[in-house]
């Protein structure tokens, strides 16, 4: 390294490697290490980062700004240094000051943004966006009088912070409009109108001709006065048709037909026959004789009309023959509903009992016979008709009956 020039007092920057090398022979004896000690400046300056542990200095500046004021001074004079103002009270120390709104304080003007609490206000003039609020507020005087005045029909009463209005109880206009149900005890009126009707006609009126105006019609009779007429339903009263929509109480009814909605009633009542149930008797004439091997109807035109059970016994006696020798006849009850059937038709209702049969070997013979039949399910108040089925055995000649006698009984 060669370093020319300059006093023992110069300072050069190497490294130490350098130092070493400078050092390590001799070769340069008079050069000193000053890295423990420092850097002596009065005035200069420095351009790069610098890192230093201590800076002591009378005053420090930084550009143009003395920045005593940012550094913590210790001192025996620790006071308040900030100050209290209106409604402001102050304390705590220099380091630690506080600062108060006094308890009660005293402004020009107030504004608050959000939701305010007060227990009491006072102002000469309180103001709400622009309305002054005096008229809202009671006041309080010596003259505490009802200024609520009465008029017509109207009477006051109370004092001028609580005045007490009342209708007159005897008020006089000139039209009255009721809305709702209204209970009036005495109406009078030159002419009362309901509606555009002139109500003068339904009140009674008093007068020397004291007669009853309401005339009897039918199944009414009337009495009593004008004034105090009497309508009367006639003991037995004749109509055409009666309807009870409640429960009603008859002691008798009488009609051809009864009818409860659409049901014909006649069936659930009882009557004066049927406590010993309907009854038949006839002795017909002789039918004409036939010849069909199926057998015919008779026509004999016997019928019974069940009253009670619906339930009926029928008999059938006489005798019969057959023209021709070695031959015979059958013979057995029918019975129907509807039209009667008529001599030599065909067979038809319902056959009843056990079908009888006679043989003969001579056809001058006329033997007695007897058919019996409990029929039973009959409609009660419906006509049924009652015959003789007769058929010839045999192939051919003739089968008759005859003196035939009919008897039905209802059980």
Known sequence: INLQGGAASDYYHITSAQHYLLTENNDASSIHNH????????????????????ISATTIISGSTN????????????????????????????????????ASPSVNGFT?????????????????????????FSTTDTNDITRVQPGSNITTGGTGNAPTINLAASPSVNGFTASGNTSLQTVSATTIISGSTNLYNIFSTTDTNDITRIQPGSNITTGGTGNAPTVSLVASPSVNSLTASGNTSLQTVS?????????????????????IGANYQATPIDPTATSSAVGVMMGLAGSITPTKSG????????DCDESANSRGCAMQIRTGTGVAPA????????????????AQNN?????????????????VGTPYWIDL?????GGSGNARVRNISISAMEQ
């Open 35 to 54: 890295n423990s000690s420092y850097l002596n400046l009065s005035g200069g300056t420095i351009s790069g980062n610098i890192l230093l542990q201590t």
């Open 67 to 102: 920045l005593y004021n940012i550094f913590s001074t210790t001192d025996n004079n620790d006071i308040t240094r900030v100050q209290p103002g209106s409604n402001i009270t102050t304390g705590g120390t220099g380091n630690a000051p506080t600062i108060n709104l006094a």
């Open 112 to 136: 608050a943004s959000g939701n305010t609490s007060l227990q009491t206000v006072s102002a000469t003039t309180i103001i709400s966006g622009s309305t002054n609020l005096y008229n809202i």
């Open 255 to 275: 009609a051809t037909t009864i009818i409860s909605g659409s049901t014909n009633l006649y069936n659930i009542f009882v009557t004066p026959t049927s406590a």
């Open 311 to 318: 339930n009926i016994i029928i008999y059938i006696v006489g």
């Open 343 to 358: 001599n030599a038709a065909a067979l038809t209702g319902t056959a009843r009992g056990s079908l009888i049969n006679m």
């Open 363 to 379: 056809s001058t013979i006329r033997t007695p016979f007897a058919c019996c039949a409990m029929v039973t399910g009959l409609s």
């Open 389 to 393: 089925s007769l058929a010839a055995v």
